[in-house]
């Protein structure tokens, strides 16, 4: 629903783009004013609908976005020429991040590179890749001793002291933007460390920063939220709450008890924050990976997860650098059940716009699915659950992360279908545990119980049998599971992306064990070091890792010239005859793309008079290119990519 303005939001409105523009050097007016035009509306109308109530009157609340109006204008006085122009010219573009030409790659910058200078190093690699866009995971500066993996940030305006500086995150910036790569930052706007100087002030009895974080003085409030709570570390970290002595008081930590989850009914925190990200988009980063999205705001009796002004929250982010910095690019992390990932993207009808990019976790976790149960069933329903989305929006289309493979988001589509939804799950992530006659060798990750349906951890290539193979065959045939999975990457619709290690099918990393600061976290399983050895063998053939490298090299040279596998092409699931194929078509009828995995180890038939049936301009002639498409002689539609079985 588009977002409308009353009469005293319109008086606001009116009052904050005086104050914004006045603010502004005469040369960036005319510009500033034309998108604050734009999008202050909904963001004022979003900002009162979230903080009227907090404020005494309306002076109050006037002279609050008043003061958001200056953080904006200060930003945008601030931003560099380089950066200026790159967000003129991406305003030209808004669809240049969804082009089929475009990749993403995501790394550990120690684990990679050692620090920021040594990822220019990298940028051969990358750039022989075809990446576009560089995920580098947390490296701000984080709590000492455990911090998962720098999720626990202790100052947005520094850079972890042994990955570099805050010149060296902008040297790195403008090397890769030189590139044409976009680097993507996390910004871990649900929490801050506790020791983040808002989590000090507030141990120290500074009233203002209590009120940055949810804080209870007894178990009555926590003991309510937690009867509707999900919980994400089980096993580690039990519960959403931690008892801190120099509060006396319970405060909300959703994930580790060292991270304290911020307090967004308070204006003052979306303030600091949105001042702190736009800071950070001035060093040039470009995409922004907005963690932990769902946990924004908290009702009681809910799950607290998904809530309206979660998303009123991402909105006024997306208008902010709408109006400042149209360059820069929101994705969100959501990892929700697939009806609930849509609204990330924003709306189809009413143009209210969120993120540009949301991962699309349950299709990564329904594909890994597929491979174990060598059925196509709960991965359908996903794909026929994923509606075509806003425009100037795309998936973040993924096989694998540095976080477990979540089974519970997959709970609504297995509930539709006839199967014990606890059984199912639970037979799949022992799968990939290696338990039974698998050829996988992950691990369950955070389970409370051997039974229970958590998460699976371990690298796509040791979870597709790499690690187990014993002869040449299956060496093959796991390659080919993780070029299927990555194949679907390539072809869904939205960026893709290359986890590292995966390039060269690299396996599990045991060193966490020894790792004071990490044995209690397996995700560090599936994080590995950037081996030079692998790399090297990459190049030659006969290798496991040649035959990923080259595999992943084709798929993505014939994605570069398939225009029908851009972000917004349409997408139809296809019919077949066996039910371990999947096949959708993307782009316009008369001249689709088609995309066709088989998920099981045995060769399958297509019979392509079923598809054509579907798809006008695939005649029942083609043939196939791989043993296990046992079809009439004849040529190959060039649309159609067959991904070879195994
Ligand atoms: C995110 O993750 C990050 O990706 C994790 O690495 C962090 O530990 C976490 O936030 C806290 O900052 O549910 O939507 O493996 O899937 O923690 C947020 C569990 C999340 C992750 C989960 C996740």
Redesign the pocket.
Known sequence: MPVHSSSNSTALLSACKEAFLMQLAPALRTTAELRFTQHAPTLITRLSQLYATRFADEVQLKNWCLHLMQVMADALQARPAGLQALDQQRSQQPDWFTREDRLGYCAYTDRFAGTLQGVIQRIPHLQQLGVTYLHLLPFLKARAGEN??G??VSDFNQVEATLGSMQDLEQLTQALRESGISLCS?F?L??VADDHPWAIAARAGDAKYRDYFYHYPDRTVPDQFEATLGQ??PQVAPGNFSYIDALQSWVWT???PY?WDLNYSNPAVFLDMTAALLQLANRGIEVFRL?????LWKRPGTTCMNQPEAHWLLQCLRCITEITMPGVLLKA????ATRDLPAYLGDVQGGVQECHLAYHSSLMAAAWVAVAEQNTSLISAVIAGTPQLPPNTGWLSYVR????I?WNVLRPEANLQAMDVEQRLSAVSQFFAGQGDSFASGAS??ASDPAAVH?TVGMAAALCGLSRATDEEQRRTAVQRQLLLYGLSFCFGGMPLIYMGDEFAQENNEDYRSVAAHQYDA?WLHRPQWNAALAAQSQTAGSAAHLCSSGLQQLLQWRRKLPQLQAQAARSLLHTNSSSLLAFSRGEARAPFVFIGNFSDQPQTVILSTLAQQLASIQPTASSISRCWQTPDGEVPPDILLIPAW
């Open positions: 998962d993996g999720f626990a996390d871990i649900n929490h994400v570390f959703t994930f580790y991270q963690d932990s999205t769902a946990f992390e959501a990892i929700v992360c540095h976080d477990d979540g990750f955070q998460g995700r």
